[in-house]
């Protein structure tokens, strides 16, 4: 990735946990934690362990290269094996987010337990089937997963389609929020650099308190940042991360999570703000 000439670049920065103020009863009632997303008047709401598979599984299909409609089928799938939880029983020897049963030659018992291997797995019998992008998602998913109960996927196609745009950076920017109460101490600005660079394949940068990812400008540029946004803040309880900030928006961490994303006075190109411990 070209680090110079970062006028050609977007910017987006990652903030390891910094500690928050501790609410103790006083004054309203704070929202319940989790994530949310609101796409052409359509809410979807997540619990955080939901939010952090649903954000991994987008991540994956866009650093395969995959359409938003192969995160469609997978999440649409995901919510009908496991309601999107990387759940260690099931039916027989069902494991995993997709409930892949060893016995049928999806891996072992630790490989499907393994998110990023059995999303992968997902993905790679996905694209083996041809004409996925135009199936309906129900018709894709059975493809893959040969289940007794075929039609049942496309009850969850309006929410898994919701979530494909905003996971995916194709709806407008900030559509995916999250509340989180705190990071649960410090974060490490290296292994949120790696944790980004496993899930996406960009380059990461963490120094000091913060990371600062450089993506290249345009469209799919765009799409990515916010891609990686919500990922982002997703997972910030897991990876301790106290803010983002991305494309002259802001994102924190504690009380302030209950108002979302809100307008950052930010320059152009990349923009790196660190939080001291």
């Not at 007794?148 to 309006?158: I, L, N």
């Not at 600005?189 to 996406?200: N, P, Q, R, V, W």
Request: glycine content about 12%.
């Amino acid at each position: 990735m070209r680090r110079l000439g970062l006028v050609f670049l977007a910017g987006l920065a990652v903030f390891s946990a910094v500690g928050y103020a501790v609410w103790v009863g006083l004054g309203p009632i704070p929202d319940p934690e989790g994530c949310t997303a609101t796409v052409d008047g359509r809410t979807v709401t997540l619990s955080t362990e939901q939010s952090e598979n649903a954000t991994l599984i987008a991540a994956i299909a866009v650093r395969r290269g995959l359409p938003a409609r192969a995160v469609s089928i997978a999440l649409a799938t995901a919510y009908q094996e496991s309601k999107i939880r990387n759940m260690s029983v099931g039916d027989r020897d069902s494991l995993g987010i997709f409930q892949q049963r060893p016995s049928q030659g999806w891996g072992t018992e630790e490989e499907i337990m393994n998110p990023y291997y059995s999303i992968n797995a997902f993905y790679d019998a996905l694209v083996r089937i041809e004409g996925y992008e135009s199936m309906r998602i129900t018709e894709a998913a059975q493809e893959v997963q040969r289940s007794g109960f075929p039609e049942a996927y496309e009850d969850h196609a309006p929410d898994a389609r919701a979530l494909a745009s905003a996971l995916t950076g194709y709806s407008d920017g900030g559509q995916f929020t999250c509340v989180v109460r705190d990071g649960n101490g410090h974060g490490s600005a290296k292994s949120i650099a790696e944790d980004l660079e496993g899930a996406f394949g960009v380059d990461a940068v963490g120094s000091g308190d913060h990371v600062d990812v450089s993506i290249p400008s345009g469209e799919d540029g765009a799409r990515l940042e916010w891609a990686i946004a919500a990922y982002a803040v997703a997972q910030a309880e897991r990876l301790h991360i106290a803010e983002v900030s991305v494309d002259g928006k802001h994102w924190e961490a504690g009380r302030a999570s209950e108002k979302g994303w809100r307008t950052a006075d930010t320059a152009s190109g990349v923009r790196v703000r660190a939080v001291g411990p």
